[in-house]
Nanobody, 122 residues
Framework: VHIVESGGGLVQAGGSLRLSCAASGFTFDDYAIGWFRQAPGKEREGVSC????????TYVDSVKGRFTISSDNAKSTVYLQMNSLKPEDTAIYYCAVRRNLCTDMDIEYEYWGQGTEVTVSS
């Protein structure tokens, strides 16, 4: 399984970024792709997830209304559109894949990318 994140960078507060997660090499049909983030000195937290089986999307409360997850199944790519970014969104963002449906428990994800860094300046 190969997972590659991209799209991170430095942006001013209020700005936008779009993260991409290209996932390939897994053969199971029902899967979920989640975005997690880890800020310095903090635990990793689930940000958003999309399930292929039912199209359900989930978001952590702190990003609702600002972030949107979407997928392009033909490209096996999931996107995280991040608008109205805040300094507290600064973190390394990881993409992860698990069988079946979404969960916000990182330990339940089997495959992980290397992460892409997002820095939001005030």
């Amino acid at each position: 399984v190969h997972i590659v994140e991209s799209g991170g960078g430095l942006v001013q507060a209020g700005g936008s970024l779009r993260l991409s997660c290209a996932a390939s090499g897994f053969t199971f049909d029902d899967y979920a792709i989640g975005w997690f983030r880890q800020a310095p000195g903090k635990e990793r937290e689930g940000v958003s997830c999309i399930s292929r089986a039912d199209g359900r999307r989930t978001y952590v409360d702190s990003v609702k209304g600002r972030f949107t997850i979407s997928s392009d199944n033909a490209k096996s790519t999931v996107y995280l559109q991040m608008n109205s970014l805040k300094p507290e969104d600064t973190a390394i963002y990881y993409c992860a894949v698990r069988r079946n449906l979404c969960t916000d428990m990182d330990i339940e994800y089997e495959y992980w990318g290397q992460g892409t860094e997002v820095t939001v300046s005030s």
